[in-house]
């Protein structure tokens, strides 16, 4: 027995210890260009999901209102137990007995079933016609809500994607400056040992790098939020390792389009047109139902059912007999006077639909407006990039020049620290102008509504 039990015991810590030698399943991480991480949020960024299933629901609908003017069956069962059976009085001289008098007697069974099936047939419903109309509309909405949705996911994703770009060659760019700097300060740390430089050269540098440090350390901060906020775009667990393949400067180089600048705004494939267009609509057949609410309503019906009663419960036996019935009909309902109530609704829906009609003349003024300041602001990237690159370079040949000067001992440590400073700031305007040229262009993209794939994707 002992044997038996040390045997199991064996078994167990091997089990153990070969679950312990497994290795652990690895963690899902992802590697994106930006046209890849544009199809994958597409697909499951989470707006994008809900869009997609409100298309679903609006099929839904769009079938639920179809089906209230097709035929319409229900069937029903009844089954009634008399605990006390109602008692008829009838006159005594029925049965020879004295007139005046009355005899008890009930014409009810204790027991009775019964079975219906009804159908029903809408003739004529001027409501159910407009609502046929409305229900197309609603799911044209819907359809361009997707695409609104889509294309505000795109711009998302491009915005969030270029944004964790900057941040990364932001500290590339920090890191490099620090080490530099760090080299120069080492040096004049040297020199003013050996009583070749003054304290303040020293003082100066530590100064620099210090900030240096600081804004270091604040821009890996920002690349760990820039690259939540990609996640989050584009549906992905903040946990899980993410990384770009692309960099800011072919980024930006790829989406420098002059020509973009130049297209033309074609009104109807503006989204928040459309989606403003379906809403007036949708106020329109508001209107139009009321008013169709004054015509008379027809429709028809058909019922068949049998019944079986008796003073004990037989109604599931063969022998059992049911008596049959059926009836068949149609309904007019014409509405005649509703003390102007009727004519107060409709009334209200017409002005509604005059208040949409007016929305949709400004949401167009707005387009408008909001195309030719994105397409300023898109030129104004491109011409600011250019400039910047520029002045990065003649940054650099000042800062390389007050160097050289300062370690001969021709400039100041204030000169060069002043140069510095100025190369820093270049560095960053000439990255901002980057990403500035990718935002922007996505920017009119979505106006302008020219990524059509998006309309064409379920």
Known sequence: MNQYILGICILVVFAFAKADAQPSPQQESYSFSLDEAIQYGLENNYQALNAKRDIAKALKQKWETTSTGLPQINGSADYQYQIKQPVTPLPGEIVGGEPGTFVPVTFTPKQSANLT?????????????????????????????????????????????????????????????????????????????????????????????????????????????????????????LDTPVTLESDLESLALKHMDPSLTSSSLEMEKNTDYQIAYNFTEQRRLEYKLERAKALPTLSGFVNYGVNAFDDEFVFFDSDTRWFGQSIAGISLNVPIFSSLGRQARTDRAKIAWDQAETDLDRTMQEIRLNYQTAVNNYQIAIDNYTTSKDNLALAERIENKNLIKFREGIATSFDLRQAQTQLYATQSEYLQSMYQVITEKANLETILNTPEFINNQD
């Not at 159910?128 to 361009?144: G, H, M, Q, R, W």
């Not at 997707?146 to 920090?174: D, F, H, M, S």
């Not at 040992?193 to 900030?211: K, P, R, S, W």
């Open 117 to 237: 099936a009804t159908l029903r047939q809408l003739i004529f419903d001027g409501s159910y016609i407009v609502a046929l109309e409305a229900s197309k509309t609603f799911l044209d909405f819907s359809e361009n809500a997707n695409n609104k949705t889509k294309l505000e996911v795109r711009k998302g994703i491009i915005n969030a994607y270029g944004g964790v770009l900057l941040t990364q060659e932001n500290i590339a760019i920090l890191e490099r400056n620090l080490d530099n700097l760090s080299k120069n300060l080492e040096e004049t740390t040297k020199i003013y040992e050996n009583g070749l430089a003054e304290q303040e050269d020293v003082e100066q540098l530590q100064i620099t790098e210090a900030q240096l440090k600081n804004q270091l350390k604040s821009a890996m901060r920002q690349e760990d939020i820039a690259m939540d906020m990609l996640k989050l775009a584009l549906g992905i667990a």
